[in-house]
Structures are given as C-alpha cells and as structure tokens.
C-alpha cells in the first residue's frame, strides 16, 4: 500500500494532481485544501497517500498533513460517506471548522459540503462527537480499535488544550478560555464539552 509520495508535480487540476516519482506519474486525488497548498509545477513536494483499491482501480488520496487524512478516515466510517464526499467536506472546512462544528453539533455549518444534506450532516455530528477528540488532540483516528485496555485517567482541560494547539490556536489563547470553561463545567465535564464550549468562546468576536 502506498503511504506517502515525495516526487514532481507534474499538473494540478480540479480535485487532483499528478505527482512523477522517477518517472512514474501518480495521479492522486485531494481536498482543494491541499491542492492549493502544493507547489507550482515542476516544484517538488511530499504528500501523505491513503490508498484504496476496488476490483476495477486502485485509487490515491493526498492530503498535505496529517491531521486532514486522520479526518478523512474518520469521515469515511460514517454510513454515506465515501472517499470523494469525504474530500468535499475537507475542501468546505478546515479541521478546526469541522471539530468545531461537530462538537457543537452545527449542522448547518457540515451541510455546507457539496453533497452533504440535512440527514447526513446530523449523521456526521451524532456519530463523530465522540470520536472526535482522539484525531483533535493528535492522537490520530484507528478505524478498528484495539481491545480496551486499563489507561490513566483522562484530563479533559489537558486534551482540550492539546486539540486546540493542534487546529492551530495559540497557547496563550486557549489556555484561559479553557481554564473558565472547565470551572464553569465542574469536574464531571466530558472532553467534547469543554472543546465545544472553548471554541465558541474563541469564535466570539
């Protein structure tokens, strides 16, 4: 399986791009996100490969960091939501976007994505808003989890904080919005509500 390609890009076109690795031209699918963070061709550059292969293709999804293609295998977990509609919903929302909206359950604002109707977008924000975190915080996304396991016990300010840096917020930001919203919660706040609550915070104006 291919998980990475370091090559020239050769031509990048809507919704894809070409990529020549030693002479071999690889035609990869991706997000306009990370299509429009690719070089100019004949430029190199490195991206990150999901590979799914069907009877009839194999086919190669791009993506120019980590966290888009943790998001992405997130996404195709969900019922209705394949490769191609995956990418769309990247290219409507950066990751911050879609952690906040589905933390707050926004449908609206997942509904946005060409393709994504009124019923798939409540889809998207009941059954990815525990999931969610695991990919925020950096943890990245196991389709099939290994058996559970006895771990430390969670702090959710701590995760929260860790989500934040990693959608790009800076420390100095989210460390006091996250410090009200866990004494406003109490103790017994779940980790989905603090990062929901915190990036409403630091949405406002």
């Given at each position: 399986m291919i998980a990475r390609l370091a090559g020239r890009i050769v031509a990048i076109e809507d919704?894809?791009?070409?990529?020549?690795?030693?002479?071999?031209?690889?035609?990869?699918?991706?997000?306009?996100r990370t299509l429009a963070a690719l070089p100019a061709a004949p430029e190199e550059a490195v991206l990150l490969i999901e590979t799914h292969v069907r009877e009839d293709a194999i086919l190669l999804f791009g993506f120019a960091d980590a966290a888009e293609r943790d998001f992405f295998r997130l996404l195709t977990t969900v019922q209705g939501v394949g490769?191609?509609?995956?990418?769309?919903?990247?290219?409507?929302l950066a990751p911050?976007?879609?952690v906040a909206a589905i933390t707050a359950g926004d449908k609206a604002a997942l509904?946005?994505?060409?393709?994504?109707?009124?019923?798939?977008?409540?889809r998207l924000a009941l059954e990815l808003r525990e999931k969610i975190g695991a990919v925020a915080t950096g943890g990245g996304f196991v389709p099939t989890p290994?058996?559970?396991?006895?771990?430390?016990?969670?702090?959710?300010?701590?995760?929260?904080?860790?989500?934040?840096?990693?959608?790009?917020?800076?420390r100095a930001e989210a460390e006091p919005v996250i410090a009200r919203v866990a004494a406003r919660l109490g103790d017994g706040a779940a980790l989905s509500e603090v990062l929901r609550d915190s990036l409403k915070e630091l949405a406002r104006p």
């Open positions: 919704g894809r791009c070409i990529v020549d690795v030693h002479g071999v031209g690889y035609l990869v699918q991706a997000s306009s490769a191609k509609l995956a990418l769309a919903v990247l290219s409507a911050r976007d879609l509904a946005r994505a060409p393709g994504v109707g009124a019923r798939l977008a409540a290994p058996a559970a396991s006895a771990e430390p016990a969670s702090d959710p300010a701590r995760d929260a904080l860790s989500a934040l840096l990693n959608l790009g917020y800076r």
